[in-house]
């Protein structure tokens, strides 16, 4: 049986004050995640403190965005090796605000992939379409697509090795949620990709639902039989909310 995973990605938020905050209320609230992985994955400036502050917890840590590279003239980059000196075990790949805000290509991130594998990494691999692509049936053609351009770079035995996170675009930040149908929908599509290639990996990757997920419905997200966890984010910068989910997920 697959093991639930919630990982709360911060984007471009916080403040060291308000990261002690957080990170205090969600050590007190720690008993509420049970079964559940779960992961922050603050402003990479932050990832010192968040480390510090999460001590010896099960909680774990994750950057939201590597580079390909693995060093060298690459001014404001970060490399997947240098997230893992800082003691993380996740990293987010292909977030729909890099795809779509600052143009990543399905190849690019690949190579993102790729990368933050070689170093031992986590990647929680994003995938989603546009309210557009939905509207004009291209989801599953979409979604396709962003999964083989990793599958091609790494190998179908490479997804044991990562978490995948669907996260319609049109449901991030909006306040639109997919119906638990239309997330597992789209969940079981992608399992059914790579059932295709290896039964066995399917079987075993974790999919996260990504898109507006809150404390009001995760317990009915979650319940879908290929939903394994979520992928957060207004709600993660509240302990009671992001505890809330995880407790839905364990």
């Known amino acids: 049986m697959r093991q639930s995973i919630v990982a709360g990605n911060w984007k471009m938020n916080g403040s060291s004050e308000s990261i ?28 010192p403190l968040v480390r510090e502050l999460l001590g010896s917890s099960a909680i774990g840590v994750g950057g939201q965005d590597v580079s390909d590279q693995a060093s060298g003239a690459y001014t404001g980059q970060i490399a997947a090796d240098m997230y893992k000196d800082l003691g993380c075990e996740y990293v987010i790949v292909g977030h729909s605000e890099r795809r779509h805000g600052l143009g990543e290509s399905n190849s690019y991130v690949a190579a993102k992939f790729e990368a933050a594998q070689k170093a031992g990494l986590i ?18 053609a979409v979604v396709n697509a962003q999964l083989d351009a990793v599958i091609q770079r790494v190998g179908i035995l490479a997804m044991a090795n990562s978490v995948i996170a669907y996260e319609p675009v049109w449901a991030i930040g909006t306040g639109r949620t997919a119906s638990p149908e239309q997330a597992q929908e789209v969940h079981a599509f992608i399992r059914s990709r790579l059932a295709a290639m290896d039964a066995g990996i399917a079987a075993q ?30 709600a993660s910068l509240k302990a009671e909310d992001f505890l809330t989910i995880c407790a839905a997920a364990g």
């Open 20 to 47: 002690r905050a957080l990170i205090v209320g969600l050590l007190e609230g720690q008993s509420k995640i049970g079964n559940a992985q779960v992961a922050v994955c603050p402003p990479a400036v932050y990832i």
């Open 123 to 140: 990647p929680i691999l994003c995938l989603g379409e546009l309210l557009e692509e939905r509207e004009s049936g291209k989801t599953e």
């Open 205 to 234: 990757v974790r999919i996260q639902y990504g898109g507006s997920m809150n404390a009001g419905n995760a317990a009915e997200l979650m319940a879908q039989p290929d939903i394994d966890g979520g992928l957060i984010g207004g």
